[in-house]
């Protein structure tokens, strides 16, 4: 986050520099602790405002893929990991919920 930046703002922000896409927030997904490393993570859901995404600012390379096509091993945060793997259940699901967790040191 920013100053003066509400966490939403913060994920908007944060989707347009790491993949060029211009998002709408739906709602809080996951928030995910990191103590040793002082961090708390917090995810949401969101819609594609236009179709159009790309690598950003800060990565190198953007793409949509179906959840069975998702590659795992190539996920550069657990984090990142532990969300989809939550979003993943809940669409199978057909229902959203809020999910938090506590990442412990490796």
Do not use: K
């Not at 602790?33 to 600012?57: D, K």
Request: proline share 5%.
């Amino acid at each position: 986050m920013e100053n003066g930046e509400s966490t939403a703002q913060a994920a908007i922000r944060e989707t347009h520099e790491e993949a060029g896409a211009t998002i709408l927030i739906d709602a809080p997904f996951a928030m995910i602790s990191i103590a040793h490393i002082n961090q708390v993570h917090l995810f949401y859901r969101g819609r594609m405002a236009t179709p159009h995404f790309s690598a950003g600012e800060e990565s190198l390379e953007a793409s949509l893929c179906h959840p069975d096509q998702i590659p795992w091993n190539e996920l550069a945060f657990r984090s990142v990991s532990i969300c989809l793997e939550r979003y993943v259940a809940d669409r199978a699901l057909g229902t959203y919920s809020f999910h938090e967790t506590e990442l412990p040191a490796t």
